[in-house]
T-cell receptor, first 116, second 119 residues
Framework: DTEVTQTPKHLVMGMTNKKSLKCEQHMGHRAMYWYKQKAKKPPELMFVYSYEKLSINESVPSRFSPECPNSSLLNLHLHALQPEDSALYLC???????????????FGEGSRLTVL | AQKITQTQPGMFVQEKEAVTLDCTYDTSDQSYGLFWYKQPSSGEMIFLIYQGSYDEQNATEGRYSLNFQKARKSANLVISASQLGDSAMYFCAMREANDRGSTLGRLYFGRGTQLTVWP
């Protein structure tokens, strides 16, 4: 069983909807990530949080809004999405010591998003 | 230039046989890490094995081993005694230690190799 839990596993939304993806880990990791993965493609980094602060934003459109309310939780708020935003959204976490990533990324099972 | 190259879009192997998945990488850093992940159809990315650039011995984890040839910049994954459950997409990834002064999360992934194990 994965130690990174993502909900919901599947989400269908219209272009005018507002929804959120949630991610939770209890491994004490202080770095958390959102990746986007289209079918048959590798994951693409979207955001990185380090100690609950946004440290990397890979020029992601503002219709995606990340939030890290505490060290265990990571949200991705979705608003006014486009059909091309349909993808698998993967959350991950890793240990971090003094700004250095010290191990592998642990991924969740992902949330499959379909935008109609 | 691509940092990670996986030249095999698909590979087929019979159950109980060994299979090698190719990965080459491109970096000018001295310190870096190489990872292999498995992604079944369920979507989860499962960590398999890690090789640090300064590790002198090839990494092994159960049936997985990494054939690390630093001079050739290759990090091939060897799966011994393939099982039907090994059928999945396999991604090679690299983390550079000096990327923007931080190593946070910036894994460069290859395009992946779809492995099919047949009985």
């Amino acid at each position: 069983d994965t130690e990174v839990t993502q909900t919901p596993k599947h989400l269908v939304m219209g272009m005018t909807n507002k929804k959120s993806l949630k991610c939770e880990q209890h491994m004490g990791h202080r770095a958390m990530y959102w990746y986007k993965q289209k079918a048959k493609k590798p994951p693409e980094l979207m955001f990185v949080y380090s100690y609950e602060k946004l440290s990397i934003n890979e020029s992601v459109p503002s219709r995606f809004s990340p939030e890290c309310p505490n060290s265990s939780l990571l949200n991705l708020h979705l608003h006014a999405l486009q059909p091309e935003d349909s993808a698998l959204y993967l959350c991950a976490s890793s240990q971090e010591i003094l700004g250095m990533n010290t191990g592998e990324l642990f991924f969740g099972e992902g949330s499959r998003l379909t935008v109609l | 230039a691509q940092k990670i190259t996986q030249t095999q879009p698909g590979m087929f192997v019979q159950e109980k046989e060994a299979v090698t998945l190719d990965c080459t990488y491109d970096t000018s850093d001295q310190s870096y890490g190489l990872f292999w992940y498995k992604q079944p159809s369920s979507g989860e990315m499962i960590f398999l094995i890690y090789q640090g650039s300064y590790d002198e011995q090839n990494a092994t984890e159960g049936r997985y081993s990494l054939n690390f040839q630093k001079a050739r910049k290759s990090a091939n994954l060897v799966i011994s005694a393939s099982q039907l459950g090994d059928s999945a997409m396999y991604f090679c990834a690299m983390r550079e230690a000096n990327d923007r002064g931080s190593t946070l999360g910036r894994l460069y992934f290859g395009r992946g190799t779809q492995l099919t194990v047949w009985p």
